[in-house]
């Protein structure tokens, strides 16, 4: 098969370069470079190329490295700082999947080979003649919900060669077969934006302005911020307020207020409704269509996921006749962030069906101890 990888210079994918060589495909090896914000020297990106070029050579393998530095700036990070001024939480990683690397890239590159394959953690399976997003063996590393907005079309012309193997044992093939990148440490952070300070990034872009912060029960201004963009429901670090924990459980956009209640039990940190708009099914929806009758609500039982952690909620997952979605937890789910997505699973946690955004819960709040306004919260806490 003509494959296309998506390498890195990390020691995934370089791994996915051996596997398929080994397995006798016909590979072409692509980087794709994407520049800093305007000014800003990129070191680390000539390391990984020269790694990548390193892996190259000791395959003889073809290497192109092609810039999606435009694409990535015009559509991602627009849609990051947008997200955030909105006093939503971005999820840039999805999003570069979504448009730059399945997206952009298929349009120019990938769509010239059989297959696109990257060293995701996650895997393709087949059920009933339809693919499906599925998860990794290894649950710790797992990142379907990274690719959870990605289209049908999309799936169907990828490849996760890592799907069936852990990362330690990623790690002992890449050091059986002297990849050079075999003790590279595993990189971390947002996509490509991983090497610079995310809360710089939305300072030089958004300012800073200062606000309140306000205990939510009893509405005391207890510190000050540096401008609702840099929080997020559910944030607990970076608030500077002693006697804590603190966590971030509203904001009021238009006043530039946020709202925070003091320790793990509080009720206002956790929901256990979830509204969701913009659904992704990447296969299709997961709903049982055939049952549903003009008044009923129709619902499946799921697992999801809110946040990129091995730990799985379930629950149900609800269509109300006038098609809006929900879902309704099992137990209380810890901060729920408006402009996250949830990602929907199989109740087996296998498949995974695609991802919908949160949305705040339609609901008013009088805050009488905060100069008697009316603030509609972008809280999802009940
Ligand atoms: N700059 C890039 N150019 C081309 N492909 C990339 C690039 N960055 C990441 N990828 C692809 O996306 C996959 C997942 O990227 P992620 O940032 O999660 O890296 P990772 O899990 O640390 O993997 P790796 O060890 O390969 O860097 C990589 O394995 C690789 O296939």
Redesign the pocket.
């Known amino acids: 098969m003509k494959i296309a990888v ?8 370089a791994v ?1 370069v051996h596997k398929l060589y080994s397995e006798g495909h016909d590979l072409h090896l ?3 470079r994407i520049g800093m914000d305007k000014g800003e020297g990129d070191c680390s990106a000539e390391e ?1 190329i020269e790694m990548c070029s390193l892996i190259a050579k000791k395959y003889s393998l073809p290497f192109e490295i092609v810039s999606l530095h435009e694409e990535y700036w015009q559509y991602v990070m627009s849609y990051v700082l947008q997200t955030v001024k909105s006093g939503l939480t971005p999820h840039p990683d999805m999003m570069c999947n979504k448009i730059i ?1 399945f997206g952009f890239f298929e349009e120019r590159w990938g769509k010239n080979f059989d297959k696109t394959a ?3 953690y996650a895997s393709v399976r087949e059920v009933d003649g339809k693919l499906y997003l599925a998860t990794a063996k290894d649950p710790i590393k797992d ?1 379907t919900d990274f690719l959870a907005q990605i289209s049908y079309d999309q799936l169907s012309h990828i490849m996760f060669p890592l799907g069936n193997m852990d990362k330690s044992e990623v790690r002992d093939l890449a050091r059986q077969v002297s990849l050079p990148n075999a003790l590279r440490k ?2 971390q952070g947002i ?2 934006l991983g090497k610079i300070d995310y809360s710089d990034f939305i300072a030089r872009h958004l300012g800073e302005k200062k606000g309140p912060v306000i205990e939510i029960e009893t509405g005391k201004k207890i510190g000050s911020h540096r401008g609702y963009w840099f929080y997020t429901i559910g944030q607990r670090k970076g608030l500077g307020l002693s006697g804590g924990p603190w966590f971030v459980v509203g904001k009021n956009i238009k006043d530039n207020v946020i709202f925070v209640s003091n320790g793990y039990d509080t009720r206002l940190q956790y929901g256990r409704i979830i509204s969701l708009a913009e659904p992704n099914w990447i296969s299709g929806s997961p709903f049982v269509v055939s049952n549903k009758s003009e008044e009923q609500e129709v619902s499946v039982v799921i697992s999801f996921k809110t946040r990129h952690s091995p730990e799985f909620y379930t629950g149900m997952l609800v269509m109300s006749n006038d098609g809006n979605i929900k879902i309704v937890s099992d137990v209380d789910v810890q901060g729920i962030a408006p402009g996250q997505f949830a990602v929907i699973y199989s109740k087996d946690k296998i498949l995974c069906y695609g991802s919908a955004m949160i949305i705040p819960n339609v609901k008013k709040r009088r805050h009488h101890h905060y100069k008697g306004k009316n603030n509609l919260e972008t809280s999802n806490n009940d």
């Open positions: 998506l390498i890195s210079g990390g020691v995934d994918s996915v692509f980087y794709i990984d690397k990257t060293g995701h990142q595993d990189s996509c490509f």
